[in-house]
């Protein structure tokens, strides 16, 4: 309850969707840095890929695709732009890349995932999606919520998945 005028303030200001969605992209950057799961992951990556993918790198690439998904999200509500318009395709990217990244890759993006699911990061997208949802109005608070959410998770996938491919860990 706290951080949801956090949210409603930026809905507020929601003139400027260049501010909305670049304050979006840094809080999503920064929310998944201070991730404490993700710290733990990216040091057992380290280690695993014996240093081709540093937990440094890591975190960062995650953080990025986190960052682009709660930016797209609020792109999204501002623009009542459909869920499925964007999870249908994005999942489908998730798929051709799949089968395209070495196998440890492919693990490595979706635990990427998971780990963004904690308790720093989905509080403050939530907060993001219900404010900015309630303040503009006509919108379905929940649905939005939903899909700012979802393409926070989908965004690291995605991001880790062409850093296999880059790096070919």
Same mark, same amino acid.
């Given at each position: 309850?706290?951080?949801?005028?956090?949210?409603?303030?930026?809905?507020?200001?929601?003139?400027?969707?260049?501010?909305?969605?670049?304050?979006?992209?840094?809080?999503?950057?920064?929310?998944?840095?201070?991730?404490?799961?993700?710290?733990?992951?990216?040091?057992?990556? !380290?280690?695993?890929?014996?240093?081709?993918?540093?937990?440094?790198?890591?975190?960062?690439?995650?953080?990025?695709?986190?960052?682009?998904?709660?930016?797209?999200?609020?792109?999204?509500?501002?623009?009542?732009?459909?869920?499925?318009?964007?999870?249908?395709?994005?999942?489908?990217?998730?798929?051709?890349?799949?089968?395209?990244?070495?196998?440890?890759?492919?693990?490595?993006?979706? !635990?990427?995932?998971?780990?963004?699911?904690?308790?720093?990061?989905?509080?403050?997208?939530?907060?993001?999606?219900?404010?900015?949802?309630?303040?503009?109005?006509?919108?379905?608070?929940?649905? !939005?919520?939903?899909?700012?959410?979802?393409?926070?998770?989908?965004?690291?996938?995605?991001?880790?998945?062409?850093?296999?491919?880059?790096?070919?860990?």
């Amino acid at each position: 309850m706290g951080l949801l005028p956090l949210g409603e303030s930026l809905g507020s200001n929601s003139e400027s969707v260049v501010l909305v969605v670049v304050f979006g992209f840094f809080m999503g950057y920064l929310a998944t840095l201070a991730e404490p799961t993700l710290a733990t992951m990216a040091q057992e990556v !380290d280690v695993l890929t014996q240093g081709a993918l540093s937990s440094r790198i890591l975190t960062h690439v995650v953080a990025l695709g986190v960052a682009l998904g709660v930016a797209g999200g609020l792109v999204k509500i501002i623009l009542k732009i459909p869920n499925t318009y964007l999870l249908v395709p994005i999942y489908l990217v998730i798929i051709i890349l799949t089968w395209l990244t070495p196998e440890i890759s492919t693990g490595i993006a979706f !635990d990427s995932a998971g780990v963004t699911t904690g308790p720093v990061t989905v509080p403050l997208n939530l907060a993001l999606a219900v404010g900015l949802s309630t303040v503009l109005g006509g919108r379905d608070p929940l649905v !939005d919520a939903f899909g700012i959410i979802a393409l926070a998770s989908a965004g690291p996938i995605i991001t880790v998945q062409l850093a296999g491919l880059i790096f070919r860990f």
